[in-house]
C-alpha cells in the first residue's frame, strides 16, 4: 500500500504564492510520473502538472509561466510551487503519483487533497 499526504494549502492573496509537498510513503519498487491536479467546486478534476521518474515536466496552459513542479527522488516528494495566483486558482489540489509496486505491475494513487484558496 502506498500513501500519499499532501500539505501546503490555505489561504493567499490573489498575486500571491504558495508550495504544495507530497510526500509517498509506504511499499514500492519506485514513483514512476507524479503530478497535480485539481477540482474547483462544481468542477471536473483537472490536470496541473505533471513530471516524470526524468524529470520531464507538462503543464496545464492556464498554469504555464507561473506555477513549477518538482521533485525529490531521493524524498519520494513532489512540489508545486504557485505563483501570480489567481482567483480562478482557488480549488481543491490532489497529488497523483504512478508507482511501480513490482518489477511489472504499477498502480495509480491520489492523495488526500489540499485546499488552496485565492481571495482577497
Known amino acids: 500500500q502506498v500513501q500519499l499526504v499532501e500539505s501546503g494549502g490555505g489561504l493567499v492573496q490573489p498575486g500571491g504564492s504558495l508550495r504544495l509537498s507530497c510526500a509517498a510513503s509506504?511499499?514500492?519498487?519506485?514513483?514512476?510520473?507524479m503530478g497535480w491536479y485539481r477540482q474547483a467546486p462544481g468542477k471536473q478534476r483537472e490536470l496541473v502538472a505533471t513530471i516524470t521518474l526524468i524529470y520531464n515536466t507538462n503543464y496545464a496552459d492556464f498554469v504555464k509561466g507561473r506555477f513549477t513542479i518538482s521533485r525529490d527522488n531521493a524524498k519520494n516528494t513532489v512540489y508545486l510551487q504557485m505563483n501570480s495566483l489567481k482567483p480562478e486558482d482557488t480549488a481543491v489540489y490532489y497529488c497523483?503519483?504512478?508507482?511501480?509496486?513490482?518489477?511489472?505491475?504499477?498502480?495509480?494513487?491520489w492523495g488526500q487533497g489540499t485546499q488552496v484558496t485565492v481571495s482577497s
Open positions: 509506504g511499499s514500492f519498487v519506485r514513483i514512476n510520473a
Open positions: 497523483n503519483a504512478i508507482v511501480g509496486v513490482s518489477t511489472w505491475s504499477t498502480r495509480e494513487y
